[in-house]
């Protein structure tokens, strides 16, 4: 369920704040939530950015970042041609472990 973008100035934790319970009202285990919370925030403040080069650089931080993060079915966190194996450690934090699916032999 799409929450609305942040407002014009407002803090990350505000933001966060309102964000996580509807994401989790929706279904969504509170880690995941506050990944996608997470990354709507930065997402809409990386469409602020005017500078090229600035935000070329801004979308491949978003994009490491947020590496391995399905936002589009919360329920099968990998994207096409993946499935999760557990969880694996990525800077620090906890993010599903996709790994390509085989075909039986």
């Known amino acids: 369920m799409p929450v609305d973008k942040p407002k014009a100035g407002e803090s990350r934790d505000k933001y966060l704040n309102y964000c996580i319970p509807i994401e989790v009202e929706s279904g969504k285990e509170v880690s995941q939530a506050a990944a996608i919370c997470n990354s709507y925030y930065d997402k809409d403040k990386m469409s602020k950015i005017t500078d ?54």
């Open 52 to 105: 090229t080069s600035a935000k070329v650089m801004a979308r491949v931080a978003y994009d490491t970042k947020f590496r391995g993060i399905n936002l589009k079915d919360a329920n099968d966190p990998c994207t096409d041609g993946y499935e999760q194996y557990g969880m694996k450690d990525m800077d620090g934090r906890q993010v599903p472990n996709c790994i390509p699916i085989q075909e039986p032999k």
